[in-house]
């Protein structure tokens, strides 16, 4: 066999290319997932089906609770919550998920008793205002001590808290100026899909992030290209939002629940709505797939949301969020391997 050092030299150049190009596909978008917790540890089982639709990223969630949206106090990290909602169990998922290469955002959020929304969260007295402030820093705070330790690559300070945000601007720019002083890595917010033009504080963080329920459609079944046309106006604005901070989106949130008149209300987690269009989730999914993923002023974003024991999970007559064993999915999937 003759060698030919220019063929192999041309080869390995080749071969580094691909391999350069392989490493830059893997890291251009964050193609996540909303990973809910659970009552158990999880291991490679639970993880696998993250890699097999290509994520790059899970969000973890550690829950705070109030009783009401005028209570000044929240409760977290107690013996009582599910195992993946306690420093505990965020220590032990983002050890297994790490161990796949998959990056972590932490997004401490608060549920109201009784699924009040937390844009709603508004204080009665200035009293109570600084009493809810120091619980809620003491939250924040010890989430972002948890981020630090997990070696988060994102760390989200806040989900959709429209009134709290307005009424008390000074002391989120107080409270990030804490968390930076604890946690070293990327900051976000996630604003609801209605708030972010008003919040005041994005030239603080790493990215402009949103909860990205838009109406897309007011159409039982709608199509692809229906949705699209839909999502110029938003894409618009969202753009122009990021232009004006010099910041990248990233959908914080974002999903389709598999119903009828999915893209009407995108937000709408109704118990009460029964029926099942796996269609209409997969469209409104691709639709925004097309919209942003190529953009490069668009980061990627967190699919909600995804169960850790994915052979129950979702299905063909599942109508909830979740696009796992549904078609979705397989478009979540082809859409992460090309990003």
């Known amino acids: ?13 080749l071969l580094l290319l691909c391999s350069m190009q392989s490493c830059n596909t893997q890291s251009t978008k964050i193609n996540g997932v909303s990973f809910v917790a659970s009552r158990e540890p999880i291991t490679k089982v639970h993880t696998q089906p993250l890699v097999n639709i290509n994520a790059s990223f899970a969000a973890l969630m550690p829950f705070g609770f109030m009783g009401s949206s005028n209570e000044p106090k929240i409760k977290f990290n107690g013996e009582r919550q599910w195992f993946g ?14 161990a796949e290469k998959i990056k972590i955002m932490l997004k401490p959020q608060i ?3 009784g699924g009040t929304f937390t844009g709603f969260i508004e204080m009665t007295s200035e009293a109570d205002w600084k009493l809810f402030e120091e619980s809620y820093s003491k939250f924040i705070l010890s989430n972002a001590q948890l981020a630090e330790a997990i070696n988060a690559e994102l760390f989200c300070i806040g989900t959709e ?3 709290f945000v307005k009424h008390r601007p000074k002391f989120w720019s107080q409270l990030i100026s804490d968390v930076k002083q604890i946690y070293k890595g990327k900051l976000t917010y996630a604003s609801n899909w209605n708030e972010f033009k008003q919040t005041p504080f994005w030239e603080q963080l790493d990215y402009i992030g949103i909860d990205a329920y838009f109406p897309v459609s ?7 290209k229906a949705c699209k046309m839909a999502w ?14 010099n910041k990248p989106i990233l959908f914080t949130e974002y999903g389709y629940r598999s119903v009828d008149y999915a893209g009407k209300a995108p937000w ?3 118990r009460g709505i029964t029926e099942v269009n796996l269609e209409a989730q997969a469209n409104a999914t691709q639709a925004l797939f097309d919209m942003f993923w190529h953009e490069d002023w668009f980061a990627g974003g967190f699919v909600w949301k995804w169960h850790h024991n ?3 999970a979702g299905g063909e007559n599942n109508n909830r969020f979740t696009p796992q064993n549904k078609p979705a999915e397989i478009i979540i999937k082809k859409q992460y391997g090309q990003n």
Request: proline letters at 3%; a positive charge; charged letters at 35%.
């Open 310 to 312: 994915h052979q129950r």
């Open 232 to 245: 110029e106006k938003h894409k618009e604005e969202i753009l122009n939002i990021a232009n004006t901070n």
């Open 161 to 163: 808290l429209e009134r």
């Open 1 to 13: 066999m003759t060698f030919r050092p220019m063929k192999w030299i041309r080869f390995l150049v």
């Open 85 to 98: 909602e306690t420093d505990k169990g965020i220590k032990q998922y983002a050890e297994i998920l790490k």
């Open 268 to 270: 709408n987690s109704d």
């Open 111 to 113: 549920w109201i008793r």
């Open 218 to 224: 007011d159409s039982k079944a709608p199509s692809v």
